[in-house]
């Protein structure tokens, strides 16, 4: 594990909720929107912290401290992960939940957005204990999440299992009539417990085509393009399979146990089976050598795709980027300083409210499948994963263009527009 020490761990956390506050402040200076609905969309509508027991294996009680917050409905539904990890707070959290309203936005989905989580190491934990922390967590949530209010999904350490055990304990708080009618509570859910075919790699397949519609706007072809990735759990993988898929070389990966490089190229179904066999570390790994943590973003590359923690490139580290590419797969990877850094040095980035969103399209998909009791098939999926997303990235390369404006501030300001326009039209209650 790459240790923090606390003051580290406090400046990442402050730094994500400043750092999404800044973005958009940006955004929404640049389209002078309308002061009352700045106020509206700088705060969240609802935070819930639950502090619940569980027993553990050997028979003591631990307290367990869990977080949900619910920035903004106005465009529908609550819609956001559900992080296990130790640097989960209330401002995580309600960063993150910031990121979910804008990238739901952006997207044209009917949704608002949610985060939350436990804070708390998942790898200190048996699979028994971490299923009964989740039931114990969604007993606790209650009613603050549902199919038509809020709903969860993956995020850091949570995996399709963890929804089915969510899915299955509202599920059994409910009467036997409704019980079917609350399939669509969480999305990421298994395919035998009502998930969507295509969800699994929706986050990385999204990633993977935002740089391959970039690549095509800007005439570069990805074969034999090297790229790095920092976080090889779900959205790592799946955006480096499909980018080696597409003929690049993945060089170097970092996970939260250490740094590997090979410069002919690290397989990446190969380092996936070594890491199912190897309790999710990619260290060990013998078709590579070790590297410094300290020496990964400075990596001599095409492109980076950050895909794990918040807050990752920073005023530190952006000078030494190589890339010319940064997609961002993981939620805030770079700090406001160090993208002035980069945008400077001609480094393109491409946001994550648009560069990830693909898993929450995904999870739309699934959310309406359920709800209407359908089932497409995968190639069904993907088509229209690829469609949305292309809508969304013409968008914003277009209004990029036309303000003469980056990537993310283009994204905020359709995301902030599309909201804007609803609170207009409908006006402030009562
Ligand atoms: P995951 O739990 O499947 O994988 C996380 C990976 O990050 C693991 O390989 C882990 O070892 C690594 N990691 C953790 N701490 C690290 C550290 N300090 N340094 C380097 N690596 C570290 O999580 P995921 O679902 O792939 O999510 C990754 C990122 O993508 C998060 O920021 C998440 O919010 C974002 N995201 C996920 C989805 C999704 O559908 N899962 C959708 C949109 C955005």
Redesign the pocket.
């Known amino acids: 594990m790459?240790v923090k020490t606390p003051e580290q761990k406090k400046a990442v956390k402050q730094g994500m909720l400043s750092n999404v506050m800044r973005q958009f402040d940006n955004a929404a200076d640049i389209i002078g929107l309308n002061a009352n609905i700045r106020k509206i969309l700088e705060v969240t509508n609802n935070e819930l912290v639950v502090h619940f027991p569980v027993r553990m294996d050997n028979g003591e009680v631990e307290i367990f401290t869990g977080y949900r917050v619910q920035h903004n409905n106005s465009l529908g539904p609550y819609k956001g992960?559900l992080?296990y990890h130790p640097t989960v707070d209330i401002d995580a959290a309600r960063a993150?939940a910031m990121w979910m309203t804008w990238k739901t936005s952006l997207a044209g989905l009917p949704y608002g957005g949610a985060k939350g989580g436990i804070q708390l190491d998942p790898t200190k934990y048996s699979d028994e204990e971490l299923q009964r922390i989740t039931r114990r967590f969604t007993y606790a949530l209650g009613d603050n999440i549902g199919p038509e209010l809020d709903i969860p999904?993956?995020?850091?350490?949570?995996?399709p299992q963890t929804m089915a055990w969510i899915l299955d304990t509202y599920m059994s708080t409910k009467s036997p009539a409704e019980r079917s009618t609350n399939m669509h509570v969480v999305t990421?859910k298994p395919i035998g417990a009502g998930g969507s075919q295509g969800r699994d790699r929706?986050?990385g397949y999204g990633v993977f085509l935002n740089i391959k519609f970039w690549a095509e706007n800007k005439n570069i072809d990805l074969k034999d393009k090297r790229f790095i990735v920092?976080?090889?759990?779900?959205?790592?993988f799946w955006a480096a399979y499909f980018l080696e898929k597409e003929g690049a070389s993945m060089v170097a990966v970092?996970?939260?146990?250490g740094s590997i490089i090979n410069e002919e190229g690290i397989s990446v179904d190969d380092l996936l089976a070594y890491t199912k066999a190897n309790k999710?570390?990619i260290m060990g790994f013998s078709n590579a050598e070790t590297l410094d943590n300290a020496d990964f973003f400075g990596l001599d590359c095409d492109i980076c795709i950050p895909?794990?923690?918040?807050n990752?490139i920073t005023s530190t580290n952006a000078p030494k980027i190589k890339a010319y590419l940064i997609a961002e797969?993981?939620?805030g990877?770079t700090d406001v300083e160090a993208e002035e850094i980069l945008l400077k040095r001609g480094v393109t980035i491409l946001p994550?409210i648009l560069c990830?969103s693909g898993?929450?399209i995904g999870s739309y998909f699934e959310w309406l499948q359920n709800r209407n009791g359908e089932i497409w098939q995968l190639d069904e999926v993907l088509e229209k994963l690829e469609k949305k997303l292309k809508e969304s990235f013409t968008k914003v390369i277009e209004t990029s263009a036309k303000r003469e404006i980056d990537m993310r501030t283009a994204a905020f300001i359709i995301a902030i527009e599309r909201l804007e326009e609803t609170y207009v039209q409908r006006g402030i209650f009562p």
């Open positions: 790459i992960g992080r993150l999904a993956p995020d850091v350490n949570t995996n990421g929706a986050t920092q976080g090889f759990g779900n959205v790592g970092q996970d939260a146990y999710g570390s895909a794990a923690l918040g990752v797969g993981a939620n990877p994550d990830n898993g929450v």
